[in-house]
């Protein structure tokens, strides 16, 4: 168990290391949150919606979108050379492979939230000050269920005739139990509701992470070739 | 392909079930003639989300025996259940129209079924897009098993929103509350549509058996 951990943090490491040093996947998720934050406050009227009733669904609609920029790159990135070839051959479980990919994803999504989230609070004009602690904690939550099936689809959608068309429609209907919770979850506590009145919502999120880290991670080597 | 016995049977008694609910069930006091639609929703449904089920189970049975009919099995089932869930979407909004006054509510079993209509489209889309056969096969039990993992968390975040749907009249604890004569015919609604339902399946699985036949040779590319 240690050495499947160990191993994912290598695999995790060599991503991210990809990702720092070429910063494309990542830049051009974090751009398309800010527009996204822009197009969404003019596609509704500000005079009727209120921004911070606008805000929670904006931000986790952006998550959802953005993340999946990130996702789609984890394992097409493998592609051009069969790089996954050579992960395969080195001497690492598959369970490694897939939660390495998974934990630099994630990364890869909460660097993007740490952006964003400031971004709609400062273009929405929210108070994050004393939220901002559950916020984080429901955003982490949320970005573990997002990443687990996220990562298995994007692996999955590289080796069919679609690719990346595919990717969005596999993923979407298994984001919708994170979205809900998370946007509901947001929402009560940027009304200024306490964390109890969450309650529920985040046992779905944490929930949800279990039973999908668990099945997506069982389920990967069933993905490669035998 | 030839109608078998049991696809003309299956045809038959759906048209019996038509002819009775039509002519030889009582009208519902306050609805109308728009009940009437329960006779194919209710029994769709039901048809779905045992085709459903069906994806789920020959899935992880796929995964473990390795055996190409378990993946035909799932890939008809997914498909026929599709045709299923499509009815149910179609005949709700129609009845929802008169008696709630609306098409579509974001009712947590509406949204439901509709989430489960996206999971098995994206299921037969993901099979059309891969060529290898055995790859298909175990892509595709991968989608069926984490789909049916999907299905509660669906139904537990939408289920949290205000509920509309009509509760249950035939499943419930206590005794179903339709009266004699329309609880027969959506009794035999049941019966005939999960003869259709095997029909169906048993129709594409040959189809799906008699298409490998013709392209042997795909199951060894990779």
């Known amino acids: 168990m240690v050495e499947v951990l160990r191993d994912a943090w290598l695999i995790a490491k060599k991503d991210l290391a990809i990702e720092f040093r070429t910063r494309s996947a990542f ?3 974090l751009v398309f949150a800010l527009l996204g934050i822009v197009i969404f406050y003019f596609a509704w009227d500000s005079s009727a919606v209120s921004a911070i009733d606008l805000a929670p669904g904006v931000l986790w609609v952006i998550f959802t979108f953005s993340g999946m920029l990130g996702m789609h790159r984890s394992f097409s990135v493998e ?8 992960l395969l051959a080195s001497p690492v479980a598959r369970e490694s492979i897939f939660l390495g990919k998974a934990l630099a994803n994630l990364v890869f999504v909460v660097a993007v939230q740490a952006v964003a989230i400031p971004s709609v609070a400062l273009f929405y004009g929210l108070p994050l000050g004393n939220v901002w602690l559950p916020l984080a904690g429901i955003a982490l939550l949320a970005a573990i269920g997002l990443v687990s099936v996220g990562t298995l689809f994007s692996a999955m959608a590289v080796n069919t005739r679609l690719a990346e068309l595919l990717l969005p429609m ?3 209907p298994f984001f919708v139990p ?3 919770p998370a946007a509901q979850a947001t929402a009560k506590l940027m009304s200024g509701r306490p964390v109890g009145d969450a309650g529920a919502w985040l046992k779905l999120l944490l929930a949800f992470d279990i039973v999908f880290v668990v099945a997506c991670t069982l389920a990967y080597p069933f993905t490669l070739e035998e | 392909m030839k109608p ?3 696809s003309l049977a299956a045809v038959a008694a759906v048209l019996v079930t038509f002819v009775r609910a039509i002519f030889f069930t009582p009208l519902e006091a306050t609805q109308g003639p728009a009940q009437k639609i329960l006779y194919v929703h209710a029994p769709a449904a039901w048809v779905a989300f045992m085709a459903f089920g069906l994806v789920g189970l020959t899935s992880v049975l796929y995964l473990w025996l390795k055996e190409d009919r ?3 099995v799932a890939e008809s089932s997914a498909e026929v259940g599709v045709v299923f869930t499509t009815v149910v979407l179609i005949t709700g909004p129609l009845w929802g129209k008169p008696i709630w006054g609306a098409y579509w509510t974001w009712d947590a079993r509406l949204t439901l079924t509709l989430f489960l209509w996206f999971v098995y489209v994206a299921y037969i889309v993901l099979r ?3 060529d290898d056969r055995a790859m298909r096969a175990r892509y595709s039990a991968v989608l069926g098993i984490l789909g049916s993992l999907l299905i509660p968390f669906i139904h537990l975040s939408v289920y949290l929103f205000r509920t509309l749907h009509p509760q249950p009249i035939l499943m419930k604890p206590s005794a179903p509350s339709l009266p ?3 609880l027969a015919t959506l009794l035999l609604a049941f019966a005939s549509f999960t003869l259709l339902y095997v029909a169906l399946l048993r129709a594409r699985y040959r189809y799906a058996v008699e298409r490998d036949d013709a392209h042997p040779a795909e199951a060894y590319d990779a």
Request: glycine share 14%.
């Open chain 2, 180 to 182: 004699g004569e329309m």
């Open chain 2, 4 to 6: 078998t016995p049991l």
């Open chain 1, 79 to 86: 592609q051009p050379d069969r790089g996954i070839d050579g």
């Open chain 1, 27 to 29: 830049f051009s998720a």
């Open chain 2, 70 to 72: 378990l993946d035909r």
């Open chain 1, 170 to 172: 596999l993923s979407l």
């Open chain 1, 178 to 180: 994170v979205v809900i």
């Open chain 2, 128 to 130: 059309g897009a891969i």
